[in-house]
């Protein structure tokens, strides 16, 4: 297994016949990561997150946003994380988290169904017995982050190094809604204010200060190991291994699922479509990695340069920011702040999206 994930880094870090750099960041991440996907993209973040061996992941938290509108036979995500261990040879600990949002930004959530606390209850002993700095990474609504933060701020501040936040919205641009900010507004205001290193990662934003991007699916995965397109087909066919409505049809076995041969007329109705991504960026900035560019124009994401990849680029930054955040969670940046971030802004947004898109087709190539 291990054989595996030394050989997916290889490809991700285009360092072949080099061994892969040693993890050197203690990571625990938070997701809505659900089976079937309320949003696909939160596979691929998986995929990012687990192919990136400069990342230890101690512990994932499966955040329950959807719950109050799941049926209870549908899955938390565990069947994803199930197959991503399988394909990477990496193991997590992993559990589900809060069902309902936070009731004010001090909330503890120990009301909760005590089967629901597992998550803010990892986060706390991760922090507890690690003696090393930790990075939290979260995707979703934050709130099993906030509650452990308000249960033990002291821990917090002693142990975590930064924060990366995806989810909210920087400024007014016209149009954008984030679900994550609608479902729990307490959670992210707790987070927001608490005076930690906050590498906020806006959803949307005025003038470039987001994370938004769009993907050519064929391009990220028309490389992919077989493996890992199934893992992408199973989530996007809900099972089936049949795109398109599948009423009537057994869901087939996940893990029995990756080691299908490759379905070509279902494969390419996967390469055709777009996708709508967020987080990327969030686990090339946590694991320390910077992007290179090439003469072909291909990008990557090392630590140094390796290789033809020596033009080092930057699309983006995270700048600290004074700015201004109301009650309902809506950020001014024109207004005196009342509190203090590090937020995303694309310096270059046609080369944002070129560059990520290029670093996940290597990244997940065979």
């Given at each position: 297994m291990f054989l595996a994930l030394l050989l997916l880094a290889l490809n991700a870090n285009g360092q072949t016949g080099k061994p892969a750099q040693r993890a050197t960041v203690k990571l625990i991440y938070s997701s809505d990561l659900y089976f079937p996907p309320d949003d696909p993209d939160d596979y691929f973040d998986?995929?990012?997150?687990?192919?990136?061996?400069?990342?230890?992941?101690?512990?994932?938290?499966?955040?329950?946003?959807l719950y109050d509108r799941r049926p209870e036979s549908e899955g938390t995500g565990a069947i994803a994380l199930r197959q991503m261990f399988e394909i990477t040879g990496r193991a997590v600990p992993y559990t589900i988290g809060l069902r309902h949002p936070l009731r004010s930004i001090d909330d503890q959530c120990l009301n909760?169904?005590?089967?629901?606390?597992?998550?803010?209850?990892?986060?706390?002993?991760?922090?507890?017995?690690?003696?090393?700095?930790?990075?939290?990474?979260?995707?979703?609504?934050?709130?099993?982050?906030?509650?452990?933060?308000?249960?033990n701020p002291g821990l917090f501040r002693e142990k975590v190094s930064r924060l990366y936040v995806n989810t909210g919205i920087y400024g007014f641009p016209q149009g954008r809604f984030d679900v994550n900010l609608e479902k729990d507004r307490n959670a992210f205001l707790a987070v927001m204010k608490s005076g930690l290193p906050v590498?906020?990662?806006?959803?949307?934003?005025?003038?470039?200060?987001?994370?938004?991007?769009?993907?050519?699916?064929?391009?990220?995965?028309?490389?992919?190991?077989?493996?890992?397109?199934n893992y992408f087909l199973y989530a996007f066919s809900k099972g089936t291994g049949t795109i398109g409505p599948a009423a009537g049809k057994a869901?087939?076995?996940?893990?029995?699922?990756?080691r299908r041969p490759l379905e070509k007329e279902e494969v390419a109705g996967m390469y055709s479509m777009t996708r709508n991504m967020w987080s990327t960026v969030s686990f090339?900035?946590?694991?320390?990695?910077?992007?290179?560019?090439?003469?072909?124009?291909?990008?990557?994401?090392?630590?140094?340069?390796?290789?033809?990849?020596t033009r080092a680029v930057k699309p983006y930054s995270f700048k600290r920011v004074k700015v201004f955040i109301d009650d309902k969670g809506r950020v001014h940046p024109d207004r005196p702040g009342n509190i203090e971030v590090f937020v995303i802004?694309?310096?270059?947004?046609?080369?944002?999206?070129?560059?990520?898109?290029?670093?996940?087709?290597?990244?997940f190539g065979r």
């Open positions: 998986l995929a990012t997150l687990m192919t990136t061996p400069e990342i230890d992941v101690l512990g994932i938290v499966l955040d329950q946003q909760q169904d005590p089967l629901c606390q597992k998550g803010v209850e990892m986060i706390l002993a991760l922090l507890e017995k690690t003696d090393e700095k930790v990075m939290i990474l979260t995707v979703g609504t934050v709130r099993d982050v906030a509650a452990a933060w308000n249960r590498y906020w990662a806006a959803c949307f934003g005025d003038n470039n200060y987001e994370t938004y991007w769009q993907a050519d699916q064929r391009r990220i995965l028309e490389t992919a190991a077989p493996k890992l397109q869901v087939l076995d996940p893990m029995e699922f990756l090339l900035d946590a694991a320390g990695m910077n992007i290179y560019r090439n003469e072909r124009g291909e990008y990557t994401a090392l630590r140094q340069p390796v290789g033809d990849f802004h694309k310096e270059d947004a046609d080369e944002y999206r070129n560059a990520l898109e290029s670093i996940l087709r290597k990244r």
